[in-house]
C-alpha cells in the first residue's frame, strides 16, 4: 500500500515498521544492542498516537525526540512530514502539561461530627473524579457536555451516596482558576461560582500529609483531587 499525502505519520511508521523485524529496526536506528527494553519501547512509540513524545522514555543513546526522529530516518520518513507532525504533538503535549486540570467535586454537604479524621483523608479521594489528560484538548462546551455525562453516570452507579461522607447532593466542576460549575445529580448546570467550596480532609504520616501517597482505584493520588 502506497502512502498517501493525507495518511498520518503514527499509521506510515506503523506500516513500515511492519515491513522489518524489530530488530533490524532497531540497528538502522543506531543501536548495536538490542535488547528487550529496547524493543518494548520500539513497540510503545510504535503503538502510541502521540509517539511517544508525552512520555519519559530515556535510553543512553536518544531521549524521547531524538528517537523519534531516529525512527523516521530508520523507516525513510519524508522529514517535511515527520516535522511538521513531530511539531504539532509537541504542542499539543505542551498544552496539555500547562492547561488547567479540571476537576468534579462530589458534595454531599459534609460536615464533620465525629468521624475520625484519619479515616476522612483516606476516604478523600472519592469526592473527587478526574479526567485523563486528553480532556483539556477538548473545548469548553464540549468539557461541560462530558462533565454532565460524568455526573449522570458516577451518581447511577453510586446510587447517590457516598460512604461516610453521605448523600450527594451536587457536583462541582472547577474548569479554570477562577470558575467552577454546579450541575445538580441530573447532570444540569444550575448556578456557577468562582471556587469549589469543599472541607477537604487529609491524612498525616509522622507529622506530614500523607493523603498524596494514598492511591485512588484509577491510580490517581490523593491529593490530585485538590489540583
Known amino acids: 500500500m502506497r502512502d498517501t499525502a493525507n495518511a498520518s505519520l503514527h499509521a506510515i511508521l506503523r506500516r513500515r515498521a511492519h515491513r522489518l523485524s524489530r530488530d533490524e529496526l532497531a540497528r538502522r536506528m543506531g543501536y548495536r544492542r538490542v535488547d528487550e527494553k529496547l524493543l518494548a519501547r520500539i513497540d510503545y512509540v510504535l503503538g502510541d498516537a502521540l509517539l511517544g513524545l508525552d512520555a519519559s522514555h530515556f535510553d543512553f543513546r536518544y531521549s524521547g525526540d531524538a528517537f523519534l526522529v ?25 498544552h496539555r502539561n500547562t492547561a488547567f486540570r479540571p476537576v468534579l467535586f462530589v458534595d454531599t454537604g459534609f460536615r464533620r461530627r465525629s468521624e475520625p479524621v484519619f479515616a476522612l483523608g483516606l476516604m478523600e479521594p472519592r469526592r473527587w473524579l478526574r479526567f485523563d489528560r486528553a480532556f483539556v484538548d477538548q473545548d469548553l462546551g464540549r468539557q461541560f457536555a462530558v462533565a454532565s455525562e460524568r455526573v449522570i453516570s458516577h451518581y447511577r ?54 493523603t498524596a501517597v494514598i492511591k485512588t482505584p484509577d491510580g490517581m493520588s490523593a491529593d490530585d483531587g485538590a489540583r
Open 70 to 94: 531516529a525512527l523516521c530516518d530508520a523507516l525513510d520518513i519524508d522529514p517535511d512530514l515527520r516535522a511538521a507532525e513531530h511539531a504539532r504533538i509537541r504542542a499539543l503535549v505542551s
Open 157 to 210: 452507579d453510586s446510587g447517590g451516596v457516598l460512604p461516610l461522607w453521605g448523600v450527594i447532593q451536587r457536583y462541582q466542576f472547577q474548569y479554570a482558576d477562577t470558575a467552577v460549575l454546579i450541575f445538580d445529580t441530573e447532570g444540569r448546570a444550575v448556578a456557577e461560582t468562582d471556587a469549589i467550596r469543599a472541607n477537604r480532609a487529609t491524612t498525616t504520616l509522622h507529622g506530614a500529609d500523607a
